[in-house]
Nanobody, 119 residues
Framework: QVQLVESGGGSVQPGGSLRLSCAAS????????MGWYRQAPGKERELVAD???????KYADSVKGRFTISRGNAENTVSLQMNSLKPEDTAVYYC?????????????WGKGTLVTVSS
């Protein structure tokens, strides 16, 4: 049993900042990858950023230079620092993890946290 819990979502004005955090818990043997996806109403879920166990990062073109993904201070955590937020960043942000649990490798998802950017 694995759970991913997100925190840090909220409302902010354009140009503002938010920091999202995700904590994975449960029967975890190892984590291969953790990252963030987002989904706006009527749109497909898209990758925002991810980070491998070795620290290699990937970003969507739309967030490069504004968002930074990093490992959290606690084990099995990841954070997403979002700066210079734009209205088009408004979406539900989902934490995801590719990890090994009970001898199998699967992708797990959090329930999501809402980010709203508006005046």
């Amino acid at each position: 049993q694995v759970q991913l819990v997100e925190s840090g979502g909220g409302s902010v004005q354009p140009g503002g900042s938010l920091r999202l955090s995700c904590a994975a818990s449960g029967s975890i043997f190892s984590i291969n990858l953790m990252g963030w996806y987002r989904q706006a109403p009527g749109k497909e879920r898209e990758l925002v950023a991810d980070i491998t166990r070795r620290g290699t990062t990937k970003y969507a073109d739309s967030v490069k230079g504004r968002f930074t993904i990093s490992r959290g201070n606690a084990e099995n955590t990841v954070s997403l620092q979002m700066n210079s937020l734009k209205p088009e960043d408004t979406a539900v942000y989902y934490c995801n993890a590719d990890l090994v649990s009970d001898y199998t490798t699967n992708r797990y998802w959090g329930k999501g946290t809402l980010v709203t950017v508006s005046s």
